[in-house]
């Protein structure tokens, strides 16, 4: 499988604290991509990252890329209670308009008032 | 703009029964996915369309089969019904803009269907 794998598989955190979650994965990629899904909902793009690029931000997000170690993180600083979802990374292949996201398993992360 | 609309939204088969997903999107975009989520796992695609008139198998396909009945919907059907297809069913959309621009996934709120 090419699938990321997220790490931590859950996360519990206090409110104003920062979390951190990671993805690794497995073949080269064009672009990695972090979501968002809240209980029972569908998944809500939060950011992209390209392959040349290392760091990227938005607002509270900071999203890293290290394509040597083919992993990635998301650090969501100064959390809050509305920040509790699961996380996914996703990892794009091809380079068409047939191209494909692979997730991985995700990041649940409480964040506790 | 309503974005990617699904239904139903809960749906009960008993096994060997047929049903069919319905996925209909409003931003003009050419590709259209069908994902399944099972609990505490990611999305795994079944199948795609990458424009109008066109599908491919994904990572999961057996067991499905798709149409792309026009650029706005593309439907799922489940022909025979088993209680591994227990699972919450997403459908996404996307647009291609070139190797430089690609863009990210819109997804629908989901249909949970459960197999007895």
């Known amino acids: 499988s090419q699938q990321g794998e997220e790490d931590p598989q859950a996360l519990s955190i206090q409110e104003g604290e920062n979390a951190t979650m990671n993805c690794s994965y497995k073949?080269?990629?064009?672009?990695l991509q972090w979501y968002r899904q809240n209980s029972g909902r569908g998944l809500v793009h939060l950011i992209l990252i390209r392959s040349n690029e290392r760091e990227k931000h938005s607002g509270r997000l900071r999203v890293t890329l290290d394509t040597s170690k083919k992993s990635s993180s998301l650090l969501i600083t100064a959390s809050r209670a509305a920040d509790t979802a699961s996380y996914f990374c996703a990892t794009v292949l091809g380079m068409d308009s047939s191209y494909k996201l692979i997730f991985g398993s995700g990041t649940r992360l409480l964040v506790r008032p | 703009n309503a974005g990617v609309t699904q239904t139903p939204k809960f749906q009960v088969l008993k096994t060997g029964q047929s049903m069919t997903l319905q996925c209909a999107q409003d931003?003009?975009?050419?590709?259209m996915y069908w994902y399944r989520q099972d609990p505490g796992m990611g999305l795994r695609l079944i199948y795609y369309?990458?424009?109008?008139?066109?599908?491919d198998k994904g990572e999961v396909p057996n067991g499905y089969n798709v149409s792309r009945l026009n650029k706005r919907e593309f439907s799922l059907r489940l022909e025979s019904a088993a209680p591994s297809q227990t699972s919450v069913y997403f459908c996404?959309?996307?647009?291609?803009?070139?190797?430089?621009?690609?863009?990210?996934?819109?997804f629908g709120p989901g249909t949970r269907l459960l197999v007895l």
């Open positions: 369309s990458a424009s109008e008139g066109t599908t």
């Open positions: 073949t080269s990629i064009n672009n």
């Open positions: 931003m003009n975009h050419n590709s």
């Open positions: 996404a959309s996307s647009e291609w803009l070139g190797p430089e621009y690609q863009e990210t996934q819109y």
